[in-house]
Antibody, heavy 119, light 113 residues
Framework: EVHLLESGGGLVQPGGSLRLSCTASEFTFSNYAMNWVRQAPGKGLEWVSLISSSGGSTYYADSVRGRFTISRDNSKNTLYLQMNSLRAEDTAVYYC????????????WGQGTLVTVSS | DIVMTQSPDSLAVSLGERATINCKSSQSVLQGSNNKHCLGWYQQKAGQPPKLLIYWASTRESGVPDRFTGSASGTDFTLTISSLQAEDVAVYYCQQYASLPWTFGQGTKVEIK
């Protein structure tokens, strides 16, 4: 069974930085594109970023482009999200999500890590 | 961006009865290469991450009970739970994957009447 475990969340001041990690197991991590999806408290789901299986291609939502950077280390089965210039509206649970092979849906999700941006 | 609009925002259904959730895309999400709709449905129970139920608008994910059915007509999509069970209480989201940024509907909360 696919396992995804996020870490790195916490409380950060506006303008601050945080790096999230997602450790993957029980599947061949390097074969799959990976994503970050977030959910503000009591709100819906928002796709944040996508990285290809090799790491050579990355995509971002407009709301985070230029501030967030997605990356991966296939030798460590780990996905990352570097978040800079954080704003109050970035407060959310951040999920890493595995993309299904051919379809751009998310067939496995981690439990999420909470990021709170507040002074 | 493609806007996904779900209706209703919430509904209460008696156990064993049918629940119907609607989702409308602001433009076509039909993939020309295979004539399939790039539309997925997720179930999110309280305190849990979302779970994929359906993709290509009507293809059930492995292990999903057959009481969950998806359908499509143009830019209108429907998720039907044929006989609501207590464990189906959740928020349901549709998601388009026709073009980036991938976008979700606002969610529909399903409760027991």
């Amino acid at each position: 069974e696919v396992h995804l475990l996020e870490s790195g969340g916490g409380l950060v001041q506006p303008g601050g930085s945080l790096r999230l990690s997602c450790t993957a197991s029980e599947f061949t991590f390097s074969n799959y594109a990976m994503n970050w999806v977030r959910q503000a408290p009591g709100k819906g789901l928002e796709w944040v970023s996508l990285i290809s299986s090799s790491g050579g291609s990355t995509y971002y939502a407009d709301s985070v482009r230029g501030r967030f950077t997605i990356s991966r280390d296939n030798s460590k089965n780990t996905l990352y999200l570097q978040m800079n210039s954080l704003r109050a509206e970035d407060t959310a649970v951040y999920y890493c999500a595995k993309r299904k092979t051919s379809e751009a849906v998310f067939d496995s999700w981690g439990q999420g890590t909470l990021v709170t941006v507040s002074s | 961006d493609i806007v996904m609009t779900q209706s209703p925002d919430s509904l209460a259904v008696s156990l064993g009865e049918r629940a119907t959730i609607n989702c409308k895309s602001s433009q076509s999400v039909l993939q020309g290469s295979n004539n399939k709709h790039c539309l997925g449905w997720y179930q999110q129970k309280a305190g849990q991450p979302p779970k994929l139920l359906i993709y290509w608008a009507s293809t059930r994910e492995s292990g999903v009970p057959d009481r969950f059915t998806g359908s499509a007509s143009g830019t209108d999509f429907t998720l039907t739970i044929s006989s609501l069970q207590a464990e189906d209480v959740a928020v349901y989201y549709c998601q388009q994957y026709a073009s980036l940024p991938w976008t979700f509907g606002q969610g529909t909360k399903v409760e027991i009447k």
